[in-house]
């Protein structure tokens, strides 16, 4: 949104009704940029600024709400519709044990149905949490792959299959004219790690573990985003074959390997149950060592003759069984329930442990998630807990022992004063987070907040970047928003620093210098309160005017229920919620401070007044009461908006004028007794000058 954007007040219905349209498309664009591509096109604020503005100018023009309304929709739409393909041989499932004797039972019944008493050979798969796909090569060509689905037919997923490295677009060497190949598509940690936390940087989606980003990853419409998400593929098993490849399993693996395939470098051929045993309790050992999830170990008679005689029973082989680790858990001591506090001032409670460990990782914190989740668990400092590693990486505390509670421990109580600053914590009404109100003041939200204050729709400083702002934070040379303005004090220092010199120096300061004059609105906006974007922020400068008057009148709506706070909640476009916002900023003294500390530096310009001071009701305060039958009340408000009138709605000493439709109560009442000027729907045509 350029400045020139009008107000929305200003705008006529067809107007409205041509930039509607425009936002639905430009909106619905980046959504999909974000959210189908990973490719976002504009910083959320300004993002945030487009979607502000449809909901302003739709609130004004209700008649006008279309059918693809961005506010009707949170995101781009759910991924569907993939293509069907039916497997050739039918993808199976596998049966599990738990212990040497389950498995001792499965080599039993084996050695029964073969009549036979010898050693079983088996080749051990370390088995991977991901998910199964099917792979079908034509002349050694790959021609399609698809999802497991219903184990008869699955999803097409075959363009997003081609971007992966792991799948051989041709195998090498000789290949039989048909074969189906299959495997396991998932993803290392490492990537699961850096997905998510760029996931959390973009304020997208996070995956609660490995096999669900992989999933996510592969059921992409956009191929894209496949590419994007460095998926990994060990290929185990075979489905139909123009030919024999092999003899045996093992043989069957160096094929695949030999094609170009990936395969489980851990897998090992081994001679009789108690090779196996040792394996599982090898595999079990290095588990938590593995740059991958496994959830245990797959047991595959060799014998490929003896497999087919084997056959299978319901969905599963009677040739294979998947021998799975018991469930991570342990039992340990919450020692204390520390708040951290994120960038964005979001307070999350984490759980110090009395470490133990868990499947081979030693564990000492644990994510609470949030205060609904102790008070649901009743989770007590003191307590022993169970832990669990969901997904193997973030531990959870699961449940509280509590016959083993010590007889003083008292129920958490969530702070409601930010630990990082002393500020006031709140939690708005249906929001599960409580944040800390210290934006400027916070220094776990501090870069962020500067980051915002010198960005192009906000200072708009030239050569004050990112990178800088951390880099001059980290020399302690930042505080709070005021010492922007101190930084041309040390020009010359900053010319002597890595990547700066004496001309990047001086434009710094003279771009610093040219910003010290700035407009209401755009200086409202920078302060980044939450809720407050482009559009809310010209609304507040054009209703207050100038800096003084909305520092005092925001200062005044801080009291609950006080003139100013209704005032403030009735401003069209503003409401009771974003006035609470307003009102938690201005409760908090420090912030009062550092904005006083600003201003110093600075020249707030006076919000620029739409031309109306020829209209009879510019500069007046006028409330509308009762039904209004030749308009609705939105179009009421926004035309005396429009010639410069503010619409407030409640009636007070300060009101000028009440427009008394039909059905009126109490405030024309209100408005008699103060002795309010009051008119009727039809004498506010006349002066609004629309008969
Ligand atoms: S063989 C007919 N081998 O586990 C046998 N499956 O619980 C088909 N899995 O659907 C499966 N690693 O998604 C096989 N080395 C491995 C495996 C493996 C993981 C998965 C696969 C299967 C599931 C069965």
Not at 359 to 386: M, S
Not at 600 to 614: F, G, I, K, R, S
Request: net charge negative; with cysteine; aromatic share 6%.
């Amino acid at each position: 949104m350029s400045n020139a954007t009008p107000p929305v007040e200003a705008l006529t219905e067809a107007e409205a009704a041509e930039e509607l349209a425009t936002l639905a498309a430009e909106i619905a664009h980046h959504d999909r940029a974000y959210h189908q591509y990973d490719a976002p096109e504009i910083s959320d604020a300004d993002y945030d600024a487009l979607r502000r503005r449809n909901a302003a100018i739709e609130a004004r023009f209700p008649a006008l709400i279309r059918a693809d309304s961005p506010s009707a929709r949170v995101g781009a739409a759910p991924e569907s519709g993939f293509a069907k393909l039916r497997h050739r041989v039918p993808m199976l499932s596998l049966d599990n044990v738990f212990d040497p004797a389950d498995f001792a039972e499965f080599c039993a019944r084996v050695r029964r149905f073969l009549g036979r008493t010898d050693p079983l050979s088996f080749v051990a798969e370390p088995k991977i949490d991901g998910l199964s796909i099917n792979l079908t090569y034509e002349h050694g060509r790959f021609l399609h792959g698809a999802t497991r689905g219903d184990g008869m037919e699955g999803e097409d997923v075959s363009a997003n299959l081609r971007t992966m490295d792991a799948v051989p677009q041709r195998l090498r060497g000789h290949a039989p004219a048909l074969i189906e190949i299959r495997g396991e598509v998932f993803m290392t940690k490492a990537d699961f790690l850096a997905l998510n936390e760029a996931q959390a940087a973009a304020g997208g989606k996070i995956f609660a573990n490995p096999r669900n980003a992989a999933a996510g990853g592969l059921r992409q419409l956009d191929a894209r985003i496949t590419a994007g998400r460095n998926l990994s593929l060990f290929a185990y098993a075979q489905g139909e074959s123009s030919e024999p490849v092999a003899e045996t399993h093992w043989e069957y693996l160096q094929r695949l390997q030999a094609w170009g395939f990936t395969v489980n470098p851990l897998s090992r051929p081994l001679a009789g149950e108690d090779a196996a045993a040792a394996f599982q309790a090898e595999m079990a050992a290095d588990r938590a060592a593995l740059g991958y999830d496994i959830d245990g170990v797959v047991y595959k008679i060799d014998d490929l003759a003896l497999q087919r005689r084997l056959g299978f029973v319901g969905r599963a082989p009677r040739w294979a069984t998947a021998w799975k680790f018991p469930a991570e858990q342990a039992t340990t001591v919450l020692k204390a329930i520390d708040i951290q506090v994120g960038r964005t001032g979001a307070l999350t409670p984490v759980a110090r442990l009395e470490p133990v460990n868990v499947g081979g990782v030693l564990v000492q914190n644990a994510t609470l998630h949030n205060e609904d989740e102790i008070a649901r668990k009743d989770v007590r400092i003191g307590d022993t807990v169970i832990l669990q590693r969901a997904g193997d990486v973030i531990p959870q505390i699961v449940s509280v022992v509590t016959e083993r509670r010590p007889a003083d421990a008292v129920a958490y109580v969530f702070p409601d004063i930010c630990p990082a600053c002393g500020s006031h914590a709140v939690r708005p009404p249906g929001e599960v987070v409580r944040r800390c109100t210290g934006g400027l003041i916070c220094e776990a939200q501090l870069v962020e907040r500067l980051i915002h204050f010198v960005s192009r729709t906000a200072f708009d400083i030239d050569g004050l970047g990112e990178k800088t702002i951390q880099e001059f934070h980290a020399l302690g040379w930042l505080h709070s928003p005021a010492d922007i303005f101190r930084l041309p004090e040390r020009e010359a220092e900053i010319a002597t620093r890595e990547g700066w010199g004496k001309l990047s120096a001086r434009n710094l300061a003279r771009a610093i210098e040219a910003r010290r004059t700035i407009p209401l609105e755009r200086f409202i906006y920078a302060l980044g309160i939450r809720r407050i974007g482009e559009a809310n922020a010209r609304l507040l400068a054009r209703h207050y005017g100038s800096y003084v008057n909305w520092r005092a009148q925001m200062i005044a709506a801080t009291v609950v229920g006080s003139d100013e706070r209704l005032e403030l909640g009735s401003i069209l476009g503003i409401g009771p919620t974003i006035a609470e916002e307003l009102a938690d900023f201005f409760g908090e003294p420090r912030n009062r401070a550092t904005l006083d500390t600003l201003t110093a530096e600075l020249t707030v310009e006076d919000a620029t007044q739409v031309e109306t001071a020829d209209s009879p009701v510019a500069g007046k305060t006028v409330v509308f009461t009762g039904t209004l039958e030749t308009m609705t009340r939105p179009e009421a408000k926004a035309r005396a908006e429009s010639l410069g009138a503010k619409v407030t709605d409640t009636v007070s000493k300060k009101t000028d004028l009440v427009v008394v439709g039909a059905d009126a109560g109490s405030k024309a009442r209100r408005a008699a007794e103060l002795g309010v000027q009051t008119v009727t729907e039809a004498e506010w045509r006349t002066l609004a000058g629309i008969d």
